[in-house]
Nanobody, 129 residues
């Protein structure tokens, strides 16, 4: 499987901004998408954002309703790196953020957890009130 390294998580004040990075390497030939998921204590892992390059380098994106307009996912194709720019952060954004790579059927349905087969180690984001 592909190897992924997530980084950038830290403590930030409410209303602040943060950028997470996820670098992918290894066997990524059969994949067409990378995504971000998060898991807060006592809660299930939930989808945050995804980007697919199946239609070209311009990419297709999808966001969870809770983060739409505040978080932006982008990809550097040359570096196989995906970024998550987080603005206007809220305490409820506090979680461990995981990046993943896999196959998302763009245009068929929104991305789901099962679409992604390789995962990074996660990076902690804490938003203080």
């Amino acid at each position: 499987q592909a190897q992924l390294v997530a980084s950038g998580g830290r403590l930030v004040q409410a209303g602040g901004s943060l950028r997470l990075s996820c670098a992918a390497s290894g066997r990524t030939f059969s994949t067409n998408a990378m995504g971000w998921f998060r898991q807060a204590p006592g809660k299930e892992r939930e989808f945050v954002a995804a980007i697919s390059w199946s239609i070209g380098s311009i990419g297709s994106t999808y966001y969870a309703a809770s983060v739409r307009g505040r978080l932006t996912i982008a990809r550097d194709n040359a570096k196989n790196t995906v970024y998550l720019q987080m603005n206007s952060l809220k305490p409820e954004d506090t979680a461990v953020y995981y990046c993943a790579i896999g196959g998302w059927p763009v245009g068929v349905r929104p991305p789901t957890l099962s679409d992604f087969g390789s995962w990074g180690q996660g990076t902690q984001v804490t938003v203080s009130s």
